[in-house]
């Protein structure tokens, strides 16, 4: 990516104005950034037309509407030249690797410090890349989903329904249905309870608090 000495143009997507407010804050003071845009949901950042003239978008993956992961792939598709860092909740441990495979320059957790993501930004514009780490000899099953199938197992623990996926993703509830079937396969389970007994055990989804 050719960069001049023109402010790094940076997008922001969380769905939390107050985390939102913060990022943006990091990336002015402390990288000199050009915060030229924000959304709270995975549609608004898709129909930006200031994306498209964005060095970077820092993403956020439990976006609603369009979560993160397919907001990911379409901007890999549609703006190749707008770099992808991955700021998240969840644990590099368990999504690092997926997410850089599927086309991120880089994934950070929410628990890293400041600096990091400025420094994330930077070489993310520059052109660099985290490689995905090779996956561990004894991974555990859901690794060896397809990055589908593992987008579709992380909606329906979260508790969406077979037909609010099909129609985020827009395709047609058998092909969720048929994904979910292949999930349940490789995982060796049956029920929506054992799928989120299983999400919570490996630290995908957070557990419930008890009553």
């Given at each position: 990516?050719?960069?001049?000495?023109?402010?790094?143009?940076?997008?922001?997507?969380d769905?939390?104005?107050?985390?939102?407010?913060?990022?943006?804050?990091?990336?002015?003071?402390?990288g000199?950034?050009?915060?030229?845009?924000?959304?709270?949901?995975?549609?608004?950042?898709?129909?930006?037309?200031?994306?498209?003239?964005?060095?970077?978008?820092?993403?956020?993956?439990?976006?609603?509407?369009?979560?993160?992961?397919?907001?990911?792939?379409?901007?890999?598709?549609?703006?190749?030249?707008?770099?992808?860092?991955?700021?998240?909740?969840?644990?590099?441990?368990?999504?690092?690797r997926?997410t850089?495979?599927?086309?991120?320059?880089?994934?950070?957790?929410k628990?890293?410090?400041?600096?990091?993501?400025?420094?994330?930004v930077?070489?993310?514009?520059?052109?660099d890349?985290?490689?995905?780490?090779?996956?561990?000899p004894?991974?555990?099953?859901?690794?060896?989903l397809?990055?589908?199938?593992?987008?579709?197992?992380?909606?329906?623990?979260?508790?969406?329904?077979?037909?609010?996926?099909?129609?985020?993703?827009?395709?047609?509830s058998?092909?969720?249905?048929?994904?979910l079937?292949?999930?349940?396969?490789?995982?060796?389970?049956?029920t929506?309870?054992?799928?989120?007994?299983y999400?919570v055990?490996?630290?995908?989804?957070?557990?419930?608090?008890?009553?």
């Open positions: 990516m050719r960069i001049t000495n023109r402010k790094l143009r940076v997008f922001v997507a769905d939390h104005p107050f985390v939102r407010m913060g990022i943006k804050q990091v990336l002015r003071e402390l000199g950034f050009d915060v030229v845009g924000e959304a709270e949901d995975g549609r608004q950042v898709l129909n930006a037309p200031v994306l498209a003239t964005c060095d970077v978008l820092v993403l956020d993956l439990s976006l609603p509407v369009v979560g993160g992961p397919e907001v990911l792939r379409r901007v890999r598709s549609q703006y190749p030249s707008v770099a992808v860092v991955v700021l998240s909740m969840h644990p590099e441990e368990q999504f690092a997926r850089l495979a599927a086309g991120a320059a880089a994934y950070l957790s628990e890293r410090p400041p600096a990091d993501l400025v420094e994330a930077r070489r993310a514009a520059a052109g890349r985290e490689r995905p780490a090779a996956p561990e004894e991974a555990p099953p859901h690794q060896r397809t990055r589908r199938e593992h987008q579709i197992f992380m909606q329906v623990v979260m508790g969406q329904t077979v037909a609010e996926i099909a129609a985020e993703l827009n395709v047609h058998c092909t969720v249905s048929n994904h079937a292949n999930v349940r396969t490789k995982l060796g389970l049956n929506q309870a054992e799928l989120a007994r999400a055990a490996e630290g995908l989804i957070p557990a419930a608090p008890p009553d």
